[in-house]
């Protein structure tokens, strides 16, 4: 009352449910046709706000989703007097042929007109644009044409279907589950002029859409051979077969002008790749499907509903879900915006490798961020794989594996402990590349590279590969064991640091072991070895390990001191108590 500007006092109180079937008189139906005067009836629903305004608005059913259930459950006309381009029809009786927005000042100056306005203020409110040209969305309903979610038990089938795959992470299942609890029925027909047509024919005299099966094989035949563009090419008496008529003796028919839902072209591509396509039958149902986050949505959820309709099992075995990229501030990335960081941008500066790395190290279940700074890490990270690498192809330049590998049972005791940790890391990273753990599956490769090679192994083996005999056992089980290393870690970083990893193998190959695959993505991925595993040997490494970071830090201080330059100058005497010198002997 006080927007209105009027004044008023309070008669009495009444609850909605009492105003529920009371009559009243439309404002405008002096101005609409016979068939739209009359009496009109109040309804409730339970989406009308309470903290602004009465609590009492229009409905209109033809306008608007929730508007059009609560008018089907009331039993109310969905009356859409708004025409395709946005115009009203003949319905709108005295505001035919004027566009809807226009429309507005000529309403209110009608209702001003016959003493109905009250009062008249401009809101500003959300309400759906389109997301290109910013304009606001007129809802209108129409004829269309849907699959039935919950027609022959689909919506649980679906439900039943979802719980048997594997989602990754596995919060997908619970969301996808709910989509289709509250999913409402498919509507598969668009209104455009490009697409796959809707095959329909409908009779001229009765206008009954025509399901004959002959008629569906007919035009299906036509689209195998000729494609879809009959369909809008020729008249609508060219494409049903000749002398075809509809039931009711008609043979004069019109055809359907609105395509399919892209949606449903993209939700049965495992049809096209697995059932009619190359690869068989026996690929169905595929092994994963891969996509962001919002397509629980989308292609997750329209490639499930046909599939199971059709043959009652999902398309996919496993379901991977990922984030999307995110600028430093946590924001949407957008050209319009002008804060989007392209994947060409980063591969130009960096090289492809730092960007799969980057992915690789990033959590992809969550949406991630990206900036220069946060670069930093993989760029580091990279650097020391590929010098480990490097390194190890340096010091098998004179090793051939056919003449000079060395029998695992004659290896000096460092090499079959480097042999253990190498066969728990192939172990560890195949198991995570199962689960899609490619963040930890990378950690792994990259602490093994760090701290068992780096900051260990390569360091305690210079004396022997760069001062022993070429073919000393001690140097040759070194070389053996660096081969080891090589292979698996360049196969199972090759996902990842794709032409690092195919540089090195070719090095490999054309310098010293020519009996490689011709390239590391035809080589399987390393194996655990059961006879490489001895526990007991990786316990006894481990108190050497603990004695040997204790003895560095002493060096470090001396260095630090000036007492000492190399670390080759320092002689280093432990003491222990006896049952700790028997221990440490343990093979």
């Known amino acids: 009352m006080k927007d209105a500007e009027v004044e008023g006092e309070k008669a009495g109180i009444l609850k909605g449910k009492d105003l529920v079937g009371l009559k009243y008189e439309h404002c405008l139906s002096e101005f609409l046709p016979e068939a739209h005067k009359g009496e009109r009836s109040v309804i409730s629903t339970d989406f009308v706000e309470m903290e602004t305004g009465t609590g009492i608005v229009h409905i209109a059913p033809g306008h608007g989703e ?5 008018g089907k459950k009331w039993g109310l006309d969905v009356f859409c007097p708004v025409d395709a381009s946005g115009i009203f029809t003949a319905e709108a009786g005295k505001f035919e042929g004027l566009k809807v927005f226009e429309a507005n000042e000529k309403i209110i100056a009608a209702l001003e007109e016959k003493g109905k306005l009250i009062a008249k203020k ?121 002398n075809y008529k509809c039931s009711c003796g008609c043979g004069k028919f019109r055809k359907e002008t609105d395509i399919l839902d892209v949606w449903l072209d993209s939700g049965i591509s495992w049809m096209a790749v697995m059932e009619e396509g190359t690869l068989g039958k026996e690929m169905y149902p595929c092994d994963l499907y891969l996509e962001g986050s919002d397509q629980h949505r989308g292609w997750f959820q329209t490639s ?102 060395v029998p695992h049972d004659k290896l000096p005791e460092m090499e079959l402990y480097i042999r253990h940790k190498l066969n728990n890391l192939i172990s560890n990273v195949r198991r995570r590349y199962e689960r899609h753990e490619y963040r930890q599956a990378m950690r792994a490769m990259a602490d093994f590279c760090i701290l068992d090679l780096s900051a260990f192994y390569l360091d305690a083996t210079k004396d022997a590969i760069y001062t022993l005999d070429d073919d000393d056992l001690e140097r040759r089980g070194a070389q053996t064991v660096l081969h080891d290393i090589f292979v698996s870690l360049t196969v199972m970083l090759s996902p990842v640091l794709s032409f690092t990893c195919e540089e090195a193998w070719r090095a490999a190959r054309n310098e010293f072991d020519s009996s490689l695959p011709e390239s590391v993505f035809l080589a399987d991925m390393p194996e655990f070895k059961e006879n490489w595993k001895n526990d007991n040997l990786e316990r006894k490494w481990l108190r050497i390990m603990s004695a040997r970071e204790r003895a560095l830090k002493v060096i470090e201080d001396l260095r630090k001191k000036g007492e000492i330059g190399s670390s080759l100058e320092a002689k280093v005497i432990f003491e222990v108590p006896q049952d700790e010198y028997n221990l440490s002997l343990i093979h």
């Open 304 to 405: 499930l509903i046909p599939s199971v309709a059709l043959n009652g099992k999902a398309p996919y075995k496993e379901v991977l879900t990922h984030g999307f990229v995110l600028d430093d501030k946590g924001r949407a990335m957008h050209k319009s915006v002008g804060n989007a960081v392209s994947p060409q941008e980063i591969y130009n500066k960096y090289g492809a490798e730092i960007l799969r790395l980057w992915v690789t190290l990033s959590d992809y279940c969550d949406d991630i961020r990206i900036s220069e700074k946060l670069l930093g890490v993989p760029v580091d990270l990279y650097r020391k794989i590929r010098n480990t690498l490097r390194y190890i192809l340096g010091n098998l330049n004179d090793f051939n594996p056919a003449k000079n590998c």
């Open 66 to 70: 929730e508007d059009f259930y609560a």
């Open 122 to 242: 401009s809101l500003s409110h959300s309400y759906p644009h389109c997301w290109r040209c910013k304009q606001p969305i007129i809802f209108r309903a129409t004829h269309q044409w849907f699959l039935g979610i919950d027609r022959g038990n689909l919506r649980e089938k679906l439900i039943g279907a979802a719980g048997k795959v594997k989602w990754v992470p596995s919060s997908g299942l619970e969301r996808i589950s709910s989509m289709i609890k509250q999913r409402p029925d498919w509507c598969l027909s668009r209104q455009r002029f490009w697409g796959t047509p809707v095959p329909v024919l409908y009779c001229e005299r009765c206008g009954r859409p025509q399901k004959d099966p002959g008629l569906l094989r007919h035009i299906e035949n036509r689209v195998l051979e000729e494609g879809t563009d009959f369909w809008f090419a020729e008249p609508s008496g060219k494409i049903a077969p000749e």
